[in-house]
Structure formats: C-alpha cells, structure tokens
C-alpha cells in the first residue's frame, strides 16, 4: 500500500475547476517533485493531501486513512503530515524556540523539561542551532524557511509537504533551503514538492509529475522526463524553465 | 455664595468615585461580551456574522445620551420595567462598551493574517489553541492603541451619568460651580482630574505595547 493514494480528485473554486480527475501514489520514502505552469493546480492538489482544502469528489488517503477537511482525528493526522508554506507563515511574536515547541507541548507530544532539547535538535538539523533564542524577524528569508522546517519537523511526521518553499526567497538564500530539504530526503523521509527549482527536482527527486491543466499530465525517473518528454506541453515547460 | 474651600476640593474627588466606578462596570459586563461580539463578527456562519454586526451598527448608531435615557426614562414606557438608575447605566455603558470595543478587537483579530490560522491547524492545534496562542495576543497587540483610546472616551463618557442624578465628576462640577461662582477655577480642575484619569492609561498603554512587541 503506497503511503499517499490520490484517486480521480476533482476541485472546483467557483466556476474554475482547478483539478479534474488527479491520480497518484507516492510510496514511503519517495521523494516526488511536482511541478507545472502557474494555475495548473500543483498547490491545490497539495492543500488538499493535507485537508486544508477539501476534494469535490475522488479520494485520498494518507496512511490508509481517508482524508478530507471533516475527518474525526484530523488534529491527530495534521501532526503525522507536515507542510511548509512558501511565505514560512513562523509566529512572529513568539521566539525561534516557541515557534518550534508550541506545538509538541500544546499537543501533548513532549513536557516542558524536554521542550528546548527538542528546539535545540531539530534548529540543529536545519542548521540553526544558535538562533534558538532569536525574534522571526531577525532572520533573513532562508533562514525563516528553515525555521519552519525545523517547526514540521518538530512534531516528527511521516510526510512532509513543501509548496513552493523557495520561490519567496532571494536567489542568494535558495540553496540553504535546498540543502536542508536534501538532507532530510537522505534520511528518508516521504517529500511532495511542489517548486520551480528544476535543478532540485532532478537531483534529488524519485519520480518527477509534471501537472497541466487540472492533471497529471506526465510522470517518471527526472532523468527520462527532463531528456526525453513524451508531451509537447511538458516539452515546452522544461524549455521555459531553462 | 461661599468661597472655593478644601469641602469642594473635596467633594470633588470624592465625585470621582462614581467616574471611576461606572468605568469598571462598563469594562466589567462589556469587555466579556465585546469578545463575544469580536468572535462572533469574524464566525465562519453567515448568520452569527450579519447578527453581530446588526447589534453593533444598532447600538453605535445610538448616541449614549439616548442609550441613557432608554434604559431609564424610556424602559418604563415602552416595556413597563422600572429599573433603578444604576442598573439603567450599567445597562447603557455595557452595551455602549460592547459594541465599540468589540469593532476595534474585530479589527484587530482580523488584521491577523488568515495564514497563521492555518499555520496553526497544520500543526495539529485546535481552533481554541491557535486563537489563544497565536492570534489573540497578535491581535491584542494591534488593538491595544485603541482600546485605550476608547478607554479615555468612555472615562468622559460616564459624564453623562449625571442626567440620571449620578453625582459623578462633571456632575460634581456642576454644584462646586454653582455654590461657589467659581465656574472657571472649578472646571479648570475638573479638567485637571481628567486629564490626570486619562495620562497614566495612554502611557501605560504606549510601554504596554512596547513590552508586546518583543520581537523589534
């Protein structure tokens, strides 16, 4: 059974049907990138994994667990799969340590005795152990970003969503982000991305989904979909992207 | 005819007693259901919203003189229930209180960014948890300068009190003035008082929001 079983889903806003019948699995441990023109509904479909955006019709299931935005234990499930913003969307007025540990003790995963070790591990993992006691806003663009990873990471989920998490950041703070998500695809863990970081997508993506119009238009190894694409709108898109 | 004496100065700061008293009432019921309201205007139900914001256009739109006068002069008429005049201002500076803090905290709540609602859902927090740790405190941060200005709008407000025969402040004034022909030293002092009710409030205010804003 994969990890994530998207089967037919269909989302309209208003009159724009933003998905129209999206199919995918992603197996634990797979690290799929998607990516696709602006408006082809990478985002949506990846609001909708995590219940922030319920399905008109289809289904998905994380874990075997059916998801939509009314599911019983859908506090219990939003700790299991973690997402990251494109604008980091940190508390600004809590500390670095509070954005992270919230959570955990409020949830109840850890007590206060252990909250700054847990603060102090995962800032470490992304590279940022030393700002555990700085404001949000006395951290550049990439360092926020990581932040917020750090912040997912903290509740220790089994999937990890990424919409767009670099495209609001400077060219120069790009690469910290990346070498971050890199690393925690090292150690397995299961990833969707949705970015525009072609480079990314091809060096450390499974499986690569391009999305065109409201569907998966075309999938597989980067290594195949970026030398030989079978469509000429994927086609177009890799010639764009360059 | 008597000259101002140390009785008036007196009298007059003991006057302030019931300034200060209706301002605690008001705060006291009003503040309780100016959340109500505030929650109430930002509620994912249509219904709830548009009822809130009737409540809050009806009583906005009523000057507190006629808020006043209502619940005491026109309660007897209307519904045939007498209610003792403290009962008729609290009524009045409650509903009064209600509806403009409630718009102010609306604001402030609203001023949030939806994204940190969100933020806070996907990280497994209830609706209670994110408005109690993460927007209500951003949120009060932002609403805290008007609070306090609505705070020193209804200290002078509960002047008006003394249509219903409180002796309150300016009320206080009013006598000192009349039986001593003294009306300029008098309301120069009245002012005074005032002025020392409502300076402390903005400066606490301004240090409180230094204090809130931590992060610059």
Redesign the interface.
Known sequence: MALVEIRDVHKTFGKVEVLKGVSLDVEEGEIVTIIGRSGSGKSTLLRCI?A?ESVDSGDIRVEGQKVHAGMPDL?????RV??V?Q?F?????LKVERNIT??PL??GRIDKAKARALAEDVLTRVGLADKIDA????LSGGQQQRVAIA??LA?SPHLMLFDEVTSALDPELVGEVLKVMEAMAKQGMTMILVTHEMGFARNVANRIVFMHQGRVWEQGPPAKLFANPETPELASFIASAK | MRSFSLIDFVSLFAALRWTIALVVLALAFGAPLALGLALGRISRFAGLRWAMAACIQVIQSVPLLGLLFFFYFGMPVFLGIQVPALVAVTVAYTLYTAAFLGEIWRGGLEAVKQAQWEAGACLGLSAWQQFRHIIAPQALRLSLPPTVGFLVQLIKGTSLASILGFVELARAGQVVSAATFQPLLTYALVAAIYFALCLPLTLWSRSLEARLDGSR
């Open positions: 995590n922030l506090k219990k499930f939003r700790q973690g997402i913003f604008a969307n940190l508390f600004p007025h919230l959570a409020l949830t404001w949000p806003e006395q912040r997912c509740m």
